[in-house]
């Protein structure tokens, strides 16, 4: 008996060695994407009852091809000015940032969009560096698969990590009334909600889902990166917590406040529950949203390093990619 098992385990390890399918193989993310619910005009019938569906990751999805505009000066990467030395009078403390100017930023003179990234707890403002996110930006500017940007990259410091919020000093108070108008005096930015962006990876991801939802004539697009939603009401009260402005927020179904939402985790994050709860928030809202589950990826760098490429290009996909389609910085923001 012992030897016609082996000799059938022999025979079923025989197939699968010679099984082609299996070694060509490879694990594809689960994308929910959720779109703008159907006009009720045209046709008369009713619209069908809303249900996200998942469906594999299609290739290509980011436009990441060249555009073949001959690049305006010859730096091949852009520059990052470290300001050590902001101290916040809301925040009470330092608080620092970095700021990357992409090439020819002083050559051009033009107004550039702007995203405000956020890092994790237990990280630092160098943590979009250390995953490699500057030198994507760098590539993709040069071959034009990207448009050129300003990445505002503050420190979350000791005001980020407590559970504040206005009209307490909050980070929230620090980002919108100190560092944001520093670098729209200081920086040729494009002043207008469909010229920023925000985003964060984990803390940082709450961080901008939060102020994103109840600021949107301020961004235009918000992404957050195995972000992390806690579900409790009396540390996040509501009227802060991204969790309850998913269900109640009204400005989330204003389409003159359209905010472009993204949020991505990996299958092994655990946090990815908190996620999964706001998508299928917004979803029963029909709100549009992206949620990327990719099949591979923790809670670490390796996994943020490996989608930096991607976050810049839902930053960046309704920008200019040419320098010369940007406005003057000579003359006021648009």
Do not use: K
Not at 63 to 86: A, E, K, S, Y
Not at 212 to 224: E, I, L, N, T, Y
């Amino acid at each position: 008996m012992m030897r016609g098992w082996a000799m059938w385990g022999l025979l079923a390890l025989a197939l699968l060695a010679g099984c082609d399918a299996f070694e060509r193989y490879e694990p594809t993310p689960i994308v929910v994407i959720v779109t703008a619910p159907p006009s009720p005009t045209p046709p008369p019938t009713a619209s069908p009852t809303f249900t996200p569906t998942s469906t594999p990751l299609p290739t290509g999805t980011p436009d990441l091809r060249p555009t073949g505009t001959p690049f305006p000066c010859d730096d091949t990467q852009g520059q990052i000015i470290n300001f050590v030395d902001n101290f916040s009078e809301i925040a009470r403390e330092n608080m620092r940032y970095l700021v990357y100017l992409p090439p020819c930023y002083f050559q051009t003179q033009r107004r550039f969009p702007v995203v405000y990234l956020f890092h994790g707890l237990s990280y630092r403002e160098q943590q979009w560096e250390d995953i490699g996110l500057i030198r994507a930006l760098d590539a993709g500017i040069l071959d034009g698969s990207l448009p050129p940007m300003i990445l505002v990259m503050p420190y979350l410091g000791v005001i980020g990590q407590l559970d504040q919020f206005p009209p307490q000093p909050s980070f929230e108070r620090a980002i919108l009334e100190e560092i944001l108008p520093q670098v729209e005096r200081n920086f040729c930015t494009i002043n207008n909600r469909a010229h920023r962006a925000i985003g964060g990876i984990s803390r940082g991801g709450f961080w901008a889902f939060s102020i994103a939802m109840r600021h949107p004539q301020a961004f235009s697009r918000v992404g957050g990166h195995s972000a992390f939603f806690p579900n409790n009401p009396v540390a996040i009260p509501p009227p802060f917590n991204p969790l309850e402005l998913a269900l109640n927020a009204e400005t989330l179904l204003d389409p003159s406040l359209r905010l472009a939402l993204y949020m991505d985790n990996g299958a092994q994050d655990q946090g990815g529950r908190s996620i999964q709860l706001i998508s299928s928030r917004l979803a029963t809202r029909s709100i549009p949203h992206t949620y990327v589950v990719h099949p591979i990826g923790e809670h670490n760098n390796d996994y943020w390093a490996a989608h930096a490429r991607e976050y810049l290009a839902f930053y960046g996909e309704e920008w200019e990619r040419r320098y010369d389609a940007l406005p003057s910085c000579i003359d006021p923001s648009p």
